[in-house]
């Protein structure tokens, strides 16, 4: 869903007649996904001026449903109280994964918390090197292996760092792989093995980063990373400019994965909470 959606739905409708099925191509085509277009199409039709609809109608309902899907309240990040917090981050390859762990390491610390970074990548030698260069920037920590290295002992020794030195949160960067790859998804439950050795309770949190430009495809590797290790979450990248937001709606909506973060640009800044209220006033 385009940012700026509602607005052109409004200006498709406006003046005219609703035409069902073009309404119900024009929401799929948004990314919301089936279920959520079918829902909002049974609310309308289930209006008393069903045969009689406005575009401002039309648009209104489609709001109001988006609303009542999304949650309310941002999940907020805290600290426990006498370990660290892990934050695995994943993802397939391509969609801002490393660099989004270092915006997080940036808006942990700028709430006032300590971060250690795991450049558990070890497939992709300049991702190790991309993570190593954030980390002097941001001046935090980081624990980092050979290429080709072993991601789960890097995690492990990372787990065992961050907690020697008292530090609030442990991010975990992983190698960006295909979701069809099921040889790389057992790796992720290996890394997760091993960081419940130090802690039952780690990871603590699971954050799937998906390209808010890929669409239905965004979908599609929630239901397979979630499948694999058990999301808590989803950081959507890309959402500034042509960013598509569309899958915000359907990975809560299908999976009842909430997105946690957006990004919306490059700089370490530019990643905020996902607030669903301005979220949806935004796509308006």
């Known amino acids: 869903m385009a940012l700026g959606f509602f607005k052109s739905l409004l200006q498709k409708f406006t003046g005219r007649p609703v035409d069902w099925e073009e309404l119900e191509e024009t929401l799929i085509r948004s990314d919301i996904g089936v279920p959520m277009t079918v829902r909002i199409l049974q609310a309308l039709q289930a ?23 999304l949650p309310r309240d941002s999940l907020m990040l805290r600290p426990l109280a006498s370990k660290p917090k892990v934050i695995l981050v994943v993802g397939v390859n391509g969609t801002g994964k490393t660099t989004s762990t270092a915006k997080l390491a940036s808006f942990l610390q700028r709430k006032g918390h300590s971060v250690l970074l795991a450049a558990a990548d070890t497939f992709r030698a300049a991702a190790i090197e991309q993570l190593d260069i954030w980390a002097g920037r941001l001046g935090c920590d980081i624990i980092k292996g050979q290429y080709n290295g072993d991601p789960a002992a890097i995690c492990h020794d990372a787990y065992q760092a961050a907690d020697s030195r008292n530090t609030e949160f442990l991010l975990c960067d992983t190698a960006g792989r295909l979701h069809t790859k099921t040889n790389l998804m057992g790796e992720l439950h290996k890394v997760q093995r091993t960081l419940a ?4 309770a780690a990871p603590h949190e699971r954050l799937l980063v998906v390209d808010a430009t890929t669409g239905s495809n965004a979908l599609m590797q929630a239901r397979e990373f979630h499948q694999a290790v058990g999301l808590t979450g989803v950081i959507v990248t890309k959402l500034d400019g042509s960013g598509k937001g569309g899958c915000i709606v359907a990975i809560q909506h299908e999976l009842g994965i909430p997105t946690r973060f957006i990004g919306t640009g490059e700089k370490l800044e530019d990643l905020a909470f996902f607030e669903s209220r301005p979220f949806v006033e935004q796509m308006l």
């Open 47 to 69: 209006r008393p001026d069903a045969q009689k609809l406005t575009a401002e109608t039309v648009v209104n309902v489609a709001r109001e449903e988006v609303l009542r899907v």
């Open 197 to 200: 050795k130090c802690d039952p």
